[in-house]
């Protein structure tokens, strides 16, 4: 099939796949690990692996508020005297003989003797200091945790490489670990180049814009647990790129760009990397965030991400995300996508996959996408009303109301911090 004519199909053009490949083979995981204390672990990937130190429970504990008697005595109608209490922390430590029962509450310590736990709810008072049981033939161990049944001392609990998330930090101060090994964080370096930007608080002259896509980057890798390093704005000028990604090849692992990686005169980003790094200059067939920078400066990796807005972001959920990821000694799953019924008709030009901004929700036929605005790589509005991506193949030339397409959900590829 010939390619179709007046398109934006180019031979050369990586495929996404393409470039995530490359990217995920040149980044591998940091090794240097730190210490940390549990409070400062979360989402940080552990370096060592880690054994239960104890049971938890560290005995047999009652799962309910009831009464703990011998399994003999489970029997519908008998009549069993009030020997004592156990509560949570409060141990009874008497024998619970035959005919008698210890009234126990969750989380307390099953007294010698007892083999079963009877629910308050299935037994009666019964005179002054006894019960009456409306349950019988309970099996041994009814109602009671055993010793070591969440965790038991010396299994293996988790493995270097796992992400440390609120269940694991719950599973380690249970065994009442308070430090651990972490991987390092990488170090990101990031700035913007371009001499229309001016920062936040001052107002732009003529030809000017605020510099958004710094910010947008920091709030992006807040989600991740790395230290940045803001460099700020960098001017169209090859010195002062040179200076900066000198500096930030010596400081970080990863250096992230926004803008000067396309072919106008003013990119100089391109020319200094082309001149003094490792560097590869790409055209994705995506869009937005056809062209970009991937190689090595210095002792960093280099991700030049296009100056466009929307680009910044796509390419960041897209290609940076799993580049952080992996140097941060995580696995970088493939993002699940699902299908939805479109809302509206669409137009595409053939040539590039395209990410468009959508709303996905659902009615009553189950997920429905439509639309989020404005489609162009500068229009940042649309990416705040989006909720996901609609992913349109390379090949397409639009969608009609009520087909389906491919959505990526951002949650995918937008964690929350
Ligand atoms: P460039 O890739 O440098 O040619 O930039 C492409 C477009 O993105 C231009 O319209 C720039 O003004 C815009 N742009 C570049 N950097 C930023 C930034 N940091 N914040 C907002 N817009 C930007
Ligand atoms: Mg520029």
């Known amino acids: 099939m010939s390619a179709p004519s007046c398109d934006e199909f180019d031979p050369n053009a990586l495929t996404l796949e393409q470039a995530r490949a490359a990217i995920l083979q040149a980044c591998e995981a940091l090794t240097e690990a730190e210490t940390v204390t549990l409070e400062s672990?979360?989402?940080?990937?552990?370096?060592?692996?880690?054994?239960?130190?104890?049971?938890?429970?560290?005995?047999?504990?009652?799962?309910?508020?009831?009464?703990?008697?011998?399994?003999?005595?489970?029997?519908?109608?008998?009549?069993?005297?009030?020997a004592g209490t156990a509560a949570a922390g409060h141990l009874w430590d008497g024998t619970v003989e035959p005919g008698q029962c210890v009234r126990i509450l969750t989380g307390a310590v099953v007294p010698d003797g007892a083999e079963v736990v009877i629910m308050q709810e299935q037994t009666e008072r019964s005179g002054e200091s006894g019960i009456r049981l409306n349950n019988g033939g309970l099996a041994p161990g009814h109602n009671i945790r055993?010793?070591?049944?969440?965790?038991?001392?010396?299994?293996?609990?988790?493995?270097?490489?796992?992400?440390?998330?609120?269940?694991?930090?719950?599973?380690?101060?249970?065994?009442?670990?308070?430090?651990?090994?972490?991987?390092?964080k990488p170090r990101v370096a990031f700035f913007s180049t371009g001499d229309e930007l001016v920062p936040l608080g001052q107002t732009p002259g003529p030809g000017q814009i605020h510099d958004s896509n710094r910010h947008t980057l920091r709030a992006l890798l807040a989600a991740y647990p790395v230290e940045v390093l803001d460099y700020g704005v960098i001017r169209d000028s090859e010195d002062a790129v040179r200076a900066a990604l000198e500096r930030a090849?010596?400081?970080?692992?990863?250096?992230?760009?926004?803008?000067?990686?396309?072919?106008?005169?003013?990119?100089?980003?391109?020319?200094?990397?082309q001149a003094s790094g490792q560097v590869g200059f790409w055209k994705i067939a995506i869009k937005p965030g056809r062209p970009l920078a991937?190689?090595?400066?210095?002792?960093?990796?280099?991700?030049?991400?296009?100056?466009?807005?929307?680009?910044?972001?796509?390419?960041?959920?897209?290609?940076?995300?799993?580049?952080?990821l992996q140097l941060a000694g995580r696995a970088a799953p493939e993002p699940q996508t699902l299908n939805a019924r479109l809302l509206e008709d669409l137009k595409k030009t053939p040539g590039r996959k395209d990410f468009q901004r959508a709303c996905l929700e659902t009615d009553e036929r189950g997920w429905v996408v439509r639309t989020a605005g404005g489609q162009s790589s500068h229009q940042l509005r649309a990416m705040a009303d989006a909720n996901a991506y609609m992913v349109l193949p390379r090949e397409s030339s639009g969608a009609r109301a009520g087909d389906w397409v491919e959505v990526l959900p951002f949650r995918e590829i937008f964690p929350a911090c």
């Open 41 to 82: 672990a979360l989402g940080r990937t552990l370096a060592e692996p880690i054994a239960a130190r104890m049971d938890v429970p560290p005995a047999a504990v009652s799962a309910m508020d009831g009464y703990a008697l011998r399994a003999d005595d489970a029997v519908i109608g008998r009549e069993l005297k009030l």
């Open 294 to 324: 991937f190689g090595r400066f210095g002792n960093a990796h280099f991700l030049g991400l296009p100056g466009n807005p929307v680009a910044v972001m796509t390419t960041f959920a897209l290609l940076v995300r799993p580049a952080l």
């Open 249 to 273: 090849g010596q400081e970080a692992d990863l250096i992230i760009t926004t803008g000067g990686v396309s072919v106008g005169d003013a990119d100089h980003v391109t020319r200094v990397l």
């Open 146 to 184: 055993g010793p070591g049944t969440d965790t038991a001392s010396g299994t293996a609990l988790f493995a270097p490489g796992q992400l440390i998330g609120a269940a694991e930090i719950g599973v380690l101060a249970s065994q009442g670990i308070a430090e651990l090994r972490v991987l390092r």
